[in-house]
């Protein structure tokens, strides 16, 4: 038993440095679970040398292969420190064009629902009440579907609305790309165009059908994960894109040739 044991050892790597032990960047200081030995470790962990003699000597396992050989997701990478980084908060700015929209548009809806009230008869009152409050129904549910910023974290991309987030895992992203002219010629397919918030599915001829949740399409990030993308507006495209890297390695990144860093 133990010549087997051995001979299937031979056959992973072992890591070099630090007398080759090995410990998860998220285990606790005193040594690695069980759960998270070769052959059983978690989505997200890299294995990195360890600092004392504490723990047991252990199979290196290369980044995206797994001991037999198959190829792993793409994970997150630590910090020096051994720990997952924390997370990145990006806001969602408004440009002119967006607060024009959403003041001219709510003005309007509130008109409308006003109008609906003076012109329609009393009786009946249920249907008299239901029309006046269609247009307040549109400002309210656009609102609850605002971009309020966007949060980066080692596992997911949090899409902060009014009261509630969108949750993109990053493990499947594939690339991650500044795209000012990302939006440019798209038809709207189903969502908000423009009151606070550009979201919902849209298509063009560039990312084909895609899922909007922006502010200001001159920011724009596209991001694929596999057959979705989706477009995101933050504040600060480059320092998005470097979070990324930080973290996800693996992931493509790039600058379309009129970036954001371009703007005048």
Same mark, same amino acid.
């Given at each position: 038993?133990? @010549?087997a ?7 992973v ?27 059983? @470790?978690?989505?997200g ?11 047991p ?10 001991p ?7 994970r997150?990478?630590?910090? +020096? ?24 548009g ?7 629902a ?10 009946? +009152? ?9 247009p ?11 971009v ?5 974290t ?5 899409? /902060?609305r ?10 499947r992203? /594939? ?5 000012? +002219?990302?939006?440019r010629g798209?038809l ?13 599915w ?34 600060n ?8 890297? @930080?973290?996800?390695?693996?992931? +493509? ?12």
């Amino acid at each position: 038993m133990r @010549s087997a044991a051995a001979g299937s050892n031979e056959s992973v790597p072992r890591c070099s440095g630090l007398s080759g032990r090995l410990r998860p960047c998220s285990s606790p200081p005193g040594g690695p679970s069980r759960g998270n030995l070769p052959g059983r @470790s978690r989505a997200g962990l890299i294995w990195t040398p360890a600092a004392d003699r504490s723990f047991p000597e252990l199979p290196c396992v290369a980044a995206g292969l797994a001991p037999n050989g198959a190829p792993l997701a793409p994970r997150p990478r630590c910090s +020096q420190d051994g720990r997952m980084q924390s997370a990145s908060r990006f806001g969602a700015p408004w440009p002119k064009l967006l607060i024009a929209i959403s003041f001219l548009g709510t003005v309007m809806l509130l008109l409308a629902a006003g109008i609906c009230l003076a012109v329609l008869p009393p009786r009946p +009152q249920g249907v008299r009440v239901m029309v006046a409050a269609l247009p307040l129904a549109i400002v309210v549910g656009c609102l609850l579907f605002v971009v309020r910023g966007y949060v980066l974290t080692d596992r997911e991309l949090l899409i /902060e609305r009014l009261g509630w987030v969108n949750r993109w895992p990053l493990a499947r992203l /594939e690339s991650v790309t500044v795209d000012p +002219q990302a939006m440019r010629g798209s038809l709207r397919l189903w969502g908000n165009g423009g009151l606070f918030a550009f979201c919902g599915w849209f298509r063009n001829r560039k990312l084909g059908i895609y899922r909007a949740f922006a502010t200001d399409p001159q920011r724009s990030v596209v991001l694929r994960f596999g057959p979705r993308t989706i477009v995101i507006t933050p504040d600060n495209p480059t320092e998005f894109v470097h979070a990324i890297q @930080s973290r996800w390695p693996g992931v +493509q990144t790039g600058w379309a040739t009129d970036s954001i860093s371009s703007r005048r």
